[in-house]
């Protein structure tokens, strides 16, 4: 029977990661990367994300398009772009391995079963750990050049600033939550080679005659 605690870590991981890769798949959709809104026009608002630009106006609607051109990207963005399209692809791969790897998939129940479940489990570990790194590293290089932008003395106070977008929360949250979810899955990596099945094995002993024998199990 497996362990309670095993069970209880391993179906938390793999719900934590699962809510991580819709926050890093949302966070690379969203437009809402770099937000700009002037106080000369306080009825419009203009949002940049990685694959299109929109402007928010309070009459006119939400008007999007997007870019014409790779070429013409900013590399912060191109470099965000790549980084978010890998980062959900390798969450996603190691929530395909953690589900299998589970104890109650009711599957290789042999020992050397148990251990291919549990280098499973690591690879699903190490690959969503580098699901978050990859979501938290574009995130955060864009809002330090964000912030660095906001506080340049030599640009003029009247012009323009760009602000912290939704998408980077957002973004933030899905690193934190891939992290979370690699420690739950090895935390029950390290349980279940604690907790691993002794089977026994048959011995035959035979008396000093021969004329009869016993069979143990140790």
């Known amino acids: ?3 309670p605690c095993t069970v209880f870590l391993e179906i938390l ?3 934590i990661g699962t809510g991580g890769w819709f926050c890093s798949l949302a966070s690379t959709i969203m437009p809402q990367w770099l937000s700009l809104s002037t ?3 306080g009825m419009e608002s203009y949002e940049q994300g990685l694959w299109e630009a ?3 106006q309070e009459v006119a609607g939400t008007e999007c398009r997007p870019y014409d051109t790779i ?3 900013e590399p912060k963005l191109m470099l965000a772009r790549v980084l978010m399209c890998v980062s ?3 969450c996603l ?3 395909l391995l953690a589900i299998p790897a589970m104890s109650q998939i009711n599957c290789c129940k042999s020992e050397e079963g148990h251990r291919t479940k549990r280098g499973l489990k690591i690879t699903a570990g190490v690959l969503l750990c580098i699901a978050g790194v990859f979501v938290l590293f574009p995130v955060s290089y864009v809002a330090h050049d964000i912030v660095i932008k906001f506080f340049d003395e030599t640009v003029p106070h009247v012009v323009p600033r760009s602000e912290f977008g939704d998408a980077l929360f957002i973004g933030w949250a899905a690193g934190l939550l891939d992290i979370v979810a690699a420690v739950m899955l090895f935390a029950s990596c390290s349980d279940s080679r604690d ?3 002794h089977y026994r094995q048959r011995q035959e002993i035979r008396t000093i005659d021969g004329s009869r024998k016993r069979t143990e199990y140790v």
């Open 71 to 73: 070429l013409g990207l």
């Open 195 to 197: 907790r691993e099945p």
């Open 54 to 56: 929109c402007v928010f």
């Open 93 to 95: 791969l190691g929530l």
């Open 1 to 3: 029977m497996p362990n």
């Open 39 to 41: 106080e000369l026009m």
């Open 13 to 15: 991981g793999v719900l």
């Open 88 to 90: 959900d692809a390798t």
